[in-house]
């Protein structure tokens, strides 16, 4: 950041706040604090017939990888469109959502996931620039030592082992406790 969002001057320095016990940019025209806090990242384990929706990455970072579909959520918009549009712009399927599944905190990249279990009613995929091949894979079928992101990693290892287990309950998973 270079310049204070809320009056435009370039005085920006790095301090904590009288109130504070962390080191923030704060603005010396303003008085403004700039917060950084973690995004949130959203995205589906989508069913089809027993099998589950991978895409592999065609853009950085993890270009080549296979990734459950996700992205950042946009401003105005909940987790749960959030996560449906992700799933269409990645592999152009338009999916329902039935639950949240996993809550995953990547600590040292300030990101947290949601990952909804959702269903596909058909396979009707489509490749693009984000997602150079698509498929859909059994617990066999995954190619788990080509998994993007230790998120979507976990998510998939607690759909498997939790088939057969309670339907309510939710993942919850970090980087820092693994
Ligand atoms: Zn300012």
């Not at 995004?39 to 027993?50: A, L, Y």
């Not at 990734?67 to 950042?72: H, R, S, T, V, Y």
């Not at 009613?121 to 091949?133: A, H, V």
């Not at 998120?151 to 498997?160: C, G, P, R, S, V």
């Amino acid at each position: 950041m270079n310049y204070c969002s809320h009056c435009g001057s370039d005085q920006l320095i790095q301090k904590i706040p009288k109130t504070e016990t962390e080191v923030r940019t704060v603005c010396q025209n303003c008085e403004t604090v700039h917060y950084i806090n973690p995004n949130m990242v959203v995205g589906c384990i989508v069913e089809n017939k027993g099998q589950i929706l991978l895409a592999k990455r065609g853009i950085e970072p993890r270009k080549g990888f296979w990734n459950l579909p996700c992205g950042f959520l946009e401003m105005n918009e909940n987790v749960e469109d959030g996560a449906i549009r992700e799933v269409y712009e990645e592999t152009g399927l338009k999916v329902s959502i039935s639950r949240l599944h996993t809550l995953y905190n990547v600590v040292h990249s300030g990101q947290v996931y949601l990952i909804f279990l959702a269903k596909a009613s058909n396979r009707d995929f489509t490749t693009n620039i984000e997602s150079t091949e698509i498929g859909f894979f059994s617990e066999e079928q995954i190619p788990w030592d080509e998994i993007a992101f230790s998120a979507n990693t976990f998510a998939l290892k607690k759909y498997f082992e939790n088939k057969s287990g309670r339907p309510e309950n939710v993942h919850l998973g970090s980087t820092l406790n693994k």
